[in-house]
C-alpha cells in the first residue's frame, strides 16, 4: 500500500500564495505519476496538476501561470505552489498517487485551502 500526507493548507487572502506538500510512504516503487486534485464545497472533484516520473507535466486550465507542481523523487515528495490566489480556489486539496502496474489510485487525506479576504 502507499500512504499519502499532505500539508501546507490554510487561509490566505486573495493574491496571496501557498505551497503545499504531500509525502509518499510505503510501496512507493508502485507510484507513477502523482497529482492534486481539489473539491469544492458542492462540487465534484477535479484535477489540478498531475506530474509524471519523467517530470512531464499538466495543468487544469483554471491554474495555468499561477500553479506549479514539482516533484522530488528521492524524498517521495510532491509539491504544489500556489500564486495569485483567488476565492474560487477555496478547496480541500488531495494529493494522489497513480500505479499504472496496478492499475490502483491511492489518497491522501485533504488539506484545505481557504482563499477569503
Known amino acids: 500500500q502507499v500512504q499519502l500526507v499532505e500539508s501546507g493548507g490554510g487561509l490566505v487572502q486573495p493574491g496571496g500564495s501557498l505551497r503545499l506538500s504531500c509525502a509518499a510512504s510505503?510501496?512507493?516503487?508502485?507510484?507513477?505519476?502523482m497529482g492534486w486534485y481539489r473539491q469544492a464545497p458542492g462540487k465534484e472533484r477535479e484535477l489540478v496538476a498531475t506530474?509524471?516520473?519523467?517530470?512531464?507535466?499538466n495543468y487544469a486550465d483554471s491554474v495555468k501561470g499561477r500553479f506549479t507542481i514539482s516533484r522530488d523523487l528521492p524524498k517521495n515528495t510532491v509539491y504544489l505552489q500556489m500564486n495569485s490566489l483567488k476565492p474560487e480556489d477555496t478547496a480541500v486539496y488531495y494529493c494522489?498517487?497513480?500505479?499504472?502496474?496496478?492499475?490502483?489510485?491511492?489518497w491522501g487525506k485533504g488539506t484545505l485551502v481557504t482563499v477569503s479576504p
Open positions: 510505503g510501496s512507493i516503487f508502485r507510484i507513477d505519476d
Open positions: 494522489n498517487a497513480h500505479s499504472g502496474i496496478f492499475a490502483m489510485d491511492y
Open positions: 506530474i509524471t516520473r519523467s517530470r512531464v507535466i
